[in-house]
């Protein structure tokens, strides 16, 4: 199976604890995205990296999460200190890099976090 | 400020019949837009897109239309199978950046047997 993985697909995490998401993209492709879906709501985009590089954080909230894609390795979404209003699903996508393609991003399964 | 909208939360429809999911966006430099379906506990899967130089794109049982001067676009299913039953996203981003798409909030598309 070569599709995006994630790991764990369930993490629950106690207030002031820390959650890390993994995520490894499907074969080939060398581009991770982060999206995060609260309930009834949509997904929204959170941050966008190559190997090494974050490459628009835009959508990140600017303490506690940092994102990562090592050369080797899957990418990791880490959320230091969470708090209840992080419960939320992580989808990670993976796109390759030619832009040769209909535009879709590829999704895994996503990650729910849930903080107690 | 949610810049895709998508307005009906859910629909129901009869097996054999058309599903019509409606999309609305606000910014007009968005150039490339997507649909997605989710299954419960699963990841979205792509479906269809379009450029915005088109204003159709047919795949099989599934056609998006998109109407530039209304900021509009609308996923037609035809006929609907009881398999479709999911939740659609429209998205939408800029081919000239990144694949940061602009989810909109979904649609629960119930198909009746």
């Known amino acids: 199976n070569a599709g995006v993985m994630q790991n764990p697909r369930h993490l629950v995490r106690r207030r002031g604890q820390e959650a890390r998401l993994r995520c490894s993209p499907m074969?080939?492709?060398?581009?991770v995205y982060w999206y995060r879906q609260l309930p009834e709501e949509g997904l929204k985009f959170m941050v966008y990296?190559?190997?090494?590089?974050?490459?628009?954080e835009s959508g990140m909230p600017k303490e506690r999460f940092s994102a990562e894609f090592p050369k080797e390795g899957p990418s990791i979404l880490r959320i230091q200190q969470v708090v209840r209003g992080d419960s939320a699903a992580y989808f990670c996508?993976?796109?390759?890099?030619?832009?040769?393609?209909?535009?879709?991003?590829?999704f895994g399964e996503g990650s729910r976090l849930t903080v107690l | 400020d949610q810049q895709v909208k998508q307005n009906s939360p859910s629909l129901s429809v009869q097996e054999g019949r058309i599903s019509i999911l409606n999309c609305d966006y606000t910014?007009?430099?968005?150039?490339?837009f997507l649909w997605y379906k989710k299954y419960p506990a699963e990841g979205p899967t792509f479906l269809i897109s379009?450029?915005?130089?088109?204003d159709k794109n047919e795949d099989g049982r599934f056609t998006v239309f998109l109407n530039k001067s209304a900021k509009h676009l609308s996923l037609h299913i035809v006929p609907s199978q009881p398999g479709d039953s999911a939740v659609y996203f429209c998205?939408?981003?800029?081919?000239?950046?990144?694949?940061?798409?602009?989810f909109g909030t979904g649609t629960r598309l119930k198909v009746l047997a």
């Open positions: 996508a993976s796109s390759p890099p030619s832009r040769r393609n209909t535009g879709e991003l590829f």
């Open positions: 074969k080939g492709h060398s581009h």
């Open positions: 998205a939408a981003t800029l081919t000239s950046g990144t694949y940061k798409y602009i």
């Open positions: 910014n007009s430099m968005f150039d490339y």
């Open positions: 990296l190559q190997k090494e590089n974050i490459i628009d």
């Open positions: 379009i450029s915005s130089i088109k």
